[in-house]
């Protein structure tokens, strides 16, 4: 038994699911969230709470048990509370504007590089050196952060480059061996 996916999900207040076949609907306070599961798992819905259950004991099934839990809760957490996902700039002349809605960068190429957000997506820059990636969908979230960070990702030697917050960059010794 999948221990992750045998964990209830509180559903808080204010937070509406509504079940039909396989697309699961999630609605609160940030916006609305829904996604399509495989038939191989089943939705209870009581008293506040979501279980999610298997409908047989195949591999398939017990694969997807744990996951459709996770990102169930996800959704939940979402729009209830949105998730925030920061991003650290670290170079000399190197920084971060918005310029509407959307983020223009300055990383040391000969022109400024303009990420447009997709739906569901909004930026902020409380610094120069700092990007806040703010949405209800994690996986969004998530991966607009790792685009922004594929623009520039942080280089070994001296640590330049956009980094998530708190990541911690390896550094390698130059030439003399230092």
């Not at 045998?6 to 996604?35: C, F, H, Y």
């Not at 398939?60 to 920061?86: F, I, Q």
């Amino acid at each position: 038994m999948s221990r992750i996916g045998k964990m209830p999900i509180a559903v808080p207040g204010g937070v509406e699911v509504n079940v039909e076949g396989t697309t699961l609907r999630v609605k609160g306070s940030k916006g609305e969230l829904s996604r399509t599961f495989s038939d191989r798992v089943a939705f209870e819905l009581t008293d506040g709470t979501l279980t999610v259950r298997r409908v047989d004991d195949s591999r398939e099934a017990r694969a997807l048990h744990g996951l459709t839990r996770a990102l169930v809760a996800n959704m939940v957490t979402g729009v209830s509370e949105g998730y925030t996902k920061g991003l650290e700039i670290v170079g000399v002349g190197y920084r971060a504007a918005m310029k509407g809605s959307a983020l223009e960068l300055q990383l040391g190429f000969s022109h400024p590089v303009v990420v447009e957000p997709p739906a569901g997506i909004t930026f902020e820059v409380p610094e120069p050196t700092k990007i806040n990636v703010i949405g209800i969908d994690k996986e969004l979230v998530g991966q607009v952060a790792a685009d922004i960070r594929k623009i520039r990702p942080p280089e070994p030697y001296k640590g330049k480059g956009i980094r998530y917050a708190g990541e911690v960059v390896r550094r390698k010794a130059g030439k003399a061996g230092k």
